[in-house]
């Protein structure tokens, strides 16, 4: 399958056309492949958009989506709720939706996801819940909360998915059907015009087929230039951290790790193996319930008291948890949060990125955690799973990359370069020659 690079020199040379390429993408999104992928589409637009596009742009009239929690100029944002279905319209578009636009993408569709973002698990009992690429006999989970912007592109229905990414939104859907997801660091993408999970961790970021494709819509998300030197693997020194990123890992996840590694030590990769002993402060760092609890119940509290009944009751519950957090506990966590960054940026000055699998598990099937209370123990489960590795990055304020990793028949698997604030040109680097040697 193309990525967007391939399709727009497709385009220049005269291969295809902007029109031919947006009825292909809309054909694959009213596919069984896309089912409950979007909460809603804008075809006769983008056909519109399309035919009018110049060739000449960064994205040339091709196809992207929005996750449900952008604003769209003229239209409600109910970030994959009931209760928002009928929400005045946005007045504007959110300023990521914008630049994509005038960079010359092709919006299709408002894209399923995780009730207002919280899970990583990708189940809504709203829309339906789209199933994983990977799997045409057991429909299985396609991770979350950024669920339908990862199945946009697995597909084939768009070229960039726009998400965003708190704990993993973008990251666990990437790995689990196969794609590239970056969540780069937070302060470099406009969050406003997006209903917020975290204010503190949410980033605004996208899902693409390729690395190249990733660094294209960071680019023009973060309107800057990402500085990617073409330095080998070998000029890297990256280190594994080997606790808690390999507690209840999958046999298949591991083997696929492990193979990755071989690979990039035969380029050349210099690889060191370190304990993280700070990680294990992260669970009485969060004992009170953590950023995403209290900062979603601020911007919840009265919606659920008038209209709390419509929520997905697990959504529901865990935003609950930050109503019981005291204004000490909140900022207590915003200085202990500091602290723990400080000591975990100094402990990884000395290596360039982090290898870790994104997520331990593979894709379980849809039915396994589908909504009903007598599955609620094993979606809580595996929520927090998918959650635990790319989580550890938000709280770090980091940039991260998962690639696939996994071998041709294999359920998909997903490898995380990452590091610190403000390394996302260097990830995005090294992600480009990791990429290069997993292929080969």
């Known amino acids: 399958m193309n990525d967007l690079h391939a399709a727009r020199l497709d385009?220049?040379?005269?291969?295809?056309?902007?029109?031919?390429?947006?009825?292909?993408?809309?054909?694959?999104?009213?596919?069984?492949a896309c089912a409950h992928a979007f909460t809603s589409t804008m075809f006769d637009e983008a056909r519109q958009a399309a035919a009018a596009s110049d060739p000449g742009s960064r994205l040339a009239g091709l196809a992207f989506t929005a996750k449900d929690l952008f604003d769209v100029e003229g239209q409600p944002t109910p970030a994959g709720s009931a209760v928002l279905s009928h929400a005045p319209a946005a007045t504007a578009d959110s300023p990521a939706v914008a630049r994509l636009r005038a960079a010359g993408g092709v919006l299709t569709g408002r894209t399923n996801m995780t009730e207002f973002a919280?899970?990583?698990?990708?189940?809504?009992?709203?829309?339906?819940?789209?199933?994983?690429?990977?799997?045409?006999?057991?429909?299985?989970?396609?991770g979350g909360s950024s669920s339908g912007a990862?199945?946009?592109?697995?597909?084939?229905?768009?070229?960039?998915?726009?998400?965003?990414?708190?704990?993993?939104?973008?990251?666990?859907?990437?790995?689990?059907?196969?794609i590239v997801g970056f969540k780069n660091t937070a302060r470099l993408t406009p969050a406003a015009g997006a209903l917020p999970l975290s204010t503190t961790l949410?980033?605004?970021?996208?899902?693409?087929?390729?690395?190249?494709?990733a660094i294209t819509a960071h680019e023009i998300l973060a309107a800057r230039r990402v500085t990617a030197g073409n330095a080998?693997?070998?000029?890297?020194r990256l280190a594994v951290v080997k606790n808690v990123f390999f507690d209840s890992i999958e046999a298949p996840v591991a083997a696929a790790f492990e193979r990755s590694l071989k690979t990039l030590r035969a380029a050349g990769a210099r690889?060191?193996?370190?304990?993280?002993?700070?990680?294990?402060?992260?669970?009485?760092?969060?004992?009170?319930?953590?950023?995403?609890?209290?900062?979603?119940?601020?911007?919840?509290?009265?919606?659920?008291?008038?209209?709390?009944?419509?929520y997905d009751p697990r959504v529901a519950q865990r935003i609950l948890r930050g109503a019981t957090m005291k204004a000490h506990e909140y900022i207590d966590?915003?200085?202990?949060?500091?602290?723990?960054?400080?000591?975990?940026?100094?402990?990884?000055?000395?290596?360039?990125?982090?290898?870790?699998?994104?997520?331990?598990?593979?894709?379980?099937?849809?039915?396994?955690?589908?909504?009903?209370?007598?599955?609620?123990?094993?979606?809580?489960?595996?929520?927090?799973?998918?959650?635990?590795?790319?989580?550890?990055?938000?709280?770090?304020?980091g940039c991260a990359i998962s690639l696939p990793c996994?071998?041709?028949?294999?359920?998909?698997?997903?490898?995380?370069?990452?590091?610190?604030?403000?390394?996302?040109?260097?990830?995005?680097?090294?992600?480009?020659?990791?990429?290069?040697?997993?292929?080969?």
């Open 11 to 32: 385009l220049l040379a005269g291969g295809t056309d902007a029109r031919t390429e947006m009825e292909r993408a809309i054909g694959i999104a009213e596919s069984p």
């Open 118 to 142: 919280f899970s990583g698990v990708g189940v809504n009992p709203h829309h339906g819940t789209p199933s994983n690429v990977s799997d045409s006999a057991v429909p299985r989970i396609p």
């Open 150 to 178: 990862a199945i946009s592109v697995a597909s084939g229905a768009a070229f960039i998915g726009l998400g965003s990414d708190t704990g993993g939104s973008i990251r666990i859907p990437a790995a689990l059907n196969g």
């Open 202 to 213: 949410d980033t605004v970021c996208a899902m693409t087929r390729s690395v190249r494709d």
């Open 232 to 236: 080998p693997l070998a000029a890297y």
């Open 271 to 310: 690889i060191v193996e370190i304990e993280l002993p700070e990680l294990a402060e992260l669970a009485a760092i969060n004992a009170t319930g953590g950023f995403s609890a209290a900062e979603s119940y601020a911007w919840h509290r009265l919606l659920l008291e008038r209209s709390g009944a419509g």
């Open 333 to 397: 966590l915003i200085n202990a949060r500091r602290d723990w960054i400080a000591r975990v940026e100094a402990a990884l000055a000395p290596f360039d990125a982090v290898l870790s699998p994104t997520v331990p598990i593979t894709a379980p099937p849809i039915a396994s955690v589908a909504p009903g209370a007598e599955r609620d123990e094993e979606f809580f489960r595996v929520n927090a799973l998918l959650l635990r590795n790319p989580s550890i990055v938000n709280m770090l304020d």
């Open 406 to 440: 996994h071998a041709a028949g294999e359920l998909p698997v997903g490898l995380m370069l990452w590091h610190a604030a403000l390394h996302d040109d260097a990830i995005l680097a090294m992600a480009l020659q990791t990429e290069r040697a997993l292929q080969e």
